[in-house]
Protein backbone atom coordinates (compact mmCIF):
# COMPACT_ATOMS: atom_id res chain seq x y z
CA UNK A 1 0.00 0.00 0.00
CA UNK A 2 0.75 3.75 -0.78
CA UNK A 3 1.79 5.77 2.19
CA UNK A 4 2.03 9.65 1.08
CA UNK A 5 4.29 12.23 3.61
CA UNK A 6 3.84 16.15 3.44
CA UNK A 7 7.17 16.94 2.36
CA UNK A 8 6.33 20.58 2.88
CA UNK A 9 4.03 23.85 2.15
CA UNK A 10 3.55 27.11 1.82
CA UNK A 11 1.12 29.57 1.12
CA UNK A 12 1.67 32.86 -0.15
CA UNK A 13 1.29 36.14 1.93
CA UNK A 14 1.60 38.27 -1.36
CA UNK A 15 2.34 37.72 -5.05
CA UNK A 16 5.05 35.55 -6.09
CA UNK A 17 5.60 34.70 -9.84
CA UNK A 18 7.85 31.33 -8.91
CA UNK A 19 6.96 28.82 -6.04
CA UNK A 20 10.35 26.63 -5.10
CA UNK A 21 10.59 23.85 -3.09
CA UNK A 22 14.34 22.41 -2.78
CA UNK A 23 16.54 20.14 -0.41
CA UNK A 24 13.65 17.44 -1.77
CA UNK A 25 15.02 13.55 0.01
CA UNK A 26 15.81 11.26 -2.75
CA UNK A 27 13.77 8.68 -0.26
CA UNK A 28 10.79 8.20 -1.82
CA UNK A 29 9.38 6.59 -4.85
CA UNK A 30 7.33 9.33 -6.33
CA UNK A 31 6.61 13.14 -5.69
CA UNK A 32 3.16 14.46 -5.43
CA UNK A 33 2.51 18.08 -5.86
CA UNK A 34 -0.87 19.63 -5.36
CA UNK A 35 -1.06 23.44 -6.38
CA UNK A 36 -4.16 25.70 -5.55
CA UNK A 37 -3.29 28.54 -7.36
CA UNK A 38 -4.61 31.90 -9.20
CA UNK A 39 -2.92 34.72 -11.06
CA UNK A 40 -3.42 38.48 -11.55
CA UNK A 41 -3.33 38.20 -14.93
CA UNK A 42 -5.22 40.67 -16.48
CA UNK A 43 -6.56 39.35 -19.83
CA UNK A 44 -8.17 35.95 -21.06
CA UNK A 45 -5.38 33.90 -22.54
CA UNK A 46 -4.90 30.37 -22.85
CA UNK A 47 -1.10 30.95 -22.58
CA UNK A 48 -1.53 31.45 -18.65
CA UNK A 49 0.21 28.06 -17.83
CA UNK A 50 2.68 26.91 -15.44
CA UNK A 51 6.21 25.63 -16.67
CA UNK A 52 7.88 23.54 -14.33
CA UNK A 53 11.34 23.27 -13.92
CA UNK A 54 13.80 21.19 -11.67
CA UNK A 55 17.32 21.57 -9.78
CA UNK A 56 17.43 24.94 -10.86
CA UNK A 57 17.84 23.73 -15.08
CA UNK A 58 16.42 25.29 -18.10
CA UNK A 59 13.46 23.84 -19.18
CA UNK A 60 14.98 22.36 -22.29
CA UNK A 61 14.81 18.97 -20.35
CA UNK A 62 11.21 18.82 -20.52
CA UNK A 63 8.61 18.12 -22.82
CA UNK A 64 4.54 17.51 -22.26
CA UNK A 65 1.44 16.54 -24.19
CA UNK A 66 -1.46 18.20 -23.06
CA UNK A 67 -5.36 18.07 -23.86
CA UNK A 68 -7.98 20.55 -22.24
CA UNK A 69 -11.30 21.35 -22.52
CA UNK A 70 -13.69 23.96 -21.84
CA UNK A 71 -17.21 24.55 -21.68
CA UNK A 72 -19.95 27.84 -21.34
CA UNK A 73 -23.93 27.50 -21.04
CA UNK A 74 -23.92 27.33 -25.03
CA UNK A 75 -20.60 25.64 -26.33
CA UNK A 76 -18.07 23.24 -25.50
CA UNK A 77 -14.66 23.10 -27.18
CA UNK A 78 -12.00 20.48 -26.86
CA UNK A 79 -8.26 20.48 -27.98
CA UNK A 80 -4.81 18.93 -27.73
CA UNK A 81 -0.94 19.78 -28.56
CA UNK A 82 2.72 19.25 -28.14
CA UNK A 83 4.42 21.69 -26.19
CA UNK A 84 7.72 21.70 -24.38
CA UNK A 85 7.80 22.44 -21.47
CA UNK A 86 4.44 24.12 -20.99
CA UNK A 87 2.48 22.16 -17.95
CA UNK A 88 -1.65 22.81 -18.07
CA UNK A 89 -2.98 24.87 -14.63
CA UNK A 90 -4.90 27.76 -14.27
CA UNK A 91 -5.66 30.08 -17.20
CA UNK A 92 -5.53 33.17 -14.61
CA UNK A 93 -7.24 36.64 -14.67
CA UNK A 94 -9.49 38.26 -16.73
CA UNK A 95 -12.91 37.13 -17.23
CA UNK A 96 -12.04 33.77 -16.87
CA UNK A 97 -10.30 34.40 -13.28
CA UNK A 98 -10.93 31.65 -11.09
CA UNK A 99 -9.06 29.26 -8.66
CA UNK A 100 -7.13 26.35 -10.48
CA UNK A 101 -6.67 23.02 -8.53
CA UNK A 102 -3.56 21.00 -9.87
CA UNK A 103 -1.73 18.11 -9.70
CA UNK A 104 1.42 16.72 -10.67
CA UNK A 105 2.67 13.51 -10.18
CA UNK A 106 6.50 12.68 -10.45
CA UNK A 107 7.15 9.22 -10.97
CA UNK A 108 10.34 7.70 -10.11
CA UNK A 109 11.86 11.22 -9.23
CA UNK A 110 15.03 9.52 -8.22
CA UNK A 111 16.22 6.74 -10.33
CA UNK A 112 15.26 6.41 -13.96
CA UNK A 113 16.49 8.92 -16.39
CA UNK A 114 13.52 9.56 -18.34
CA UNK A 115 11.11 11.02 -15.30
CA UNK A 116 7.80 10.78 -16.30
CA UNK A 117 5.10 13.42 -15.21
CA UNK A 118 1.22 13.42 -14.70
CA UNK A 119 -0.74 16.88 -14.72
CA UNK A 120 -4.29 16.78 -14.08
CA UNK A 121 -5.93 20.53 -13.63
CA UNK A 122 -9.09 22.03 -12.99
CA UNK A 123 -10.13 25.57 -12.88
CA UNK A 124 -13.16 27.39 -11.85
CA UNK A 125 -14.18 30.33 -14.55
CA UNK A 126 -15.51 33.74 -13.93
CA UNK A 127 -18.18 34.80 -16.76
CA UNK A 128 -16.33 33.37 -19.74
CA UNK A 129 -16.05 29.94 -19.17
CA UNK A 130 -18.15 27.54 -16.58
CA UNK A 131 -14.81 25.19 -16.30
CA UNK A 132 -11.87 24.37 -17.36
CA UNK A 133 -9.46 21.04 -17.15
CA UNK A 134 -6.67 19.53 -18.22
CA UNK A 135 -4.40 16.67 -18.78
CA UNK A 136 -0.72 16.80 -19.45
CA UNK A 137 1.35 13.97 -19.86
CA UNK A 138 5.65 14.32 -20.27
CA UNK A 139 8.98 13.83 -18.90
CA UNK A 140 12.21 15.31 -17.47
CA UNK A 141 15.06 13.92 -19.31
CA UNK A 142 17.80 14.06 -16.86
CA UNK A 143 19.83 11.56 -14.77
CA UNK A 144 19.93 13.43 -11.70
CA UNK A 145 17.44 12.92 -8.68
CA UNK A 146 15.03 15.54 -8.77
CA UNK A 147 15.79 17.86 -5.36
CA UNK A 148 14.35 21.17 -6.04
CA UNK A 149 11.10 21.51 -8.19
CA UNK A 150 10.09 25.39 -9.28
CA UNK A 151 6.28 26.17 -10.14
CA UNK A 152 6.66 29.32 -12.91
CA UNK A 153 3.86 31.73 -13.67
CA UNK A 154 4.10 32.42 -17.32
CA UNK A 155 1.46 35.21 -17.32
CA UNK A 156 1.20 37.46 -14.23
CA UNK A 157 2.25 36.48 -10.47
CA UNK A 158 0.23 34.01 -8.51
CA UNK A 159 -1.74 35.96 -5.90
CA UNK A 160 -1.95 35.76 -1.82
CA UNK A 161 -3.87 33.04 -0.52
CA UNK A 162 -2.30 30.51 -3.23
CA UNK A 163 -0.88 27.11 -2.06
CA UNK A 164 1.44 23.94 -2.50
CA UNK A 165 1.64 21.29 -1.27
CA UNK A 166 4.56 18.41 -1.87
CA UNK A 167 4.14 14.98 -1.10
CA UNK A 168 6.56 11.96 -0.99
CA UNK A 169 5.16 8.81 -1.74
CA UNK A 170 6.69 5.46 -0.64
CA UNK A 171 5.67 1.53 -1.21
CA UNK A 172 5.50 0.92 2.27
Not at 68 to 80: G, I, N, V
Not at 94 to 122: F, M, Q, V
Not at 151 to 159: A, D, F, M, R, T
Request: with cysteine.
Amino acid sequence: MATYKLIASTTLSGTATTITFSSIPSTYTDLILVASVKTNQLSDSDGAYAMLSFNGTSTSDTGSRFSYTSASASSYTAASGYSAPNWVLGWGGGSEGGWSCTTYHLYNYATTPEKAIRCDSWQEAGTQFNCRNGITGGFYNNSSTISSVTLNSVLGSYIAGSSMYLYGISKT
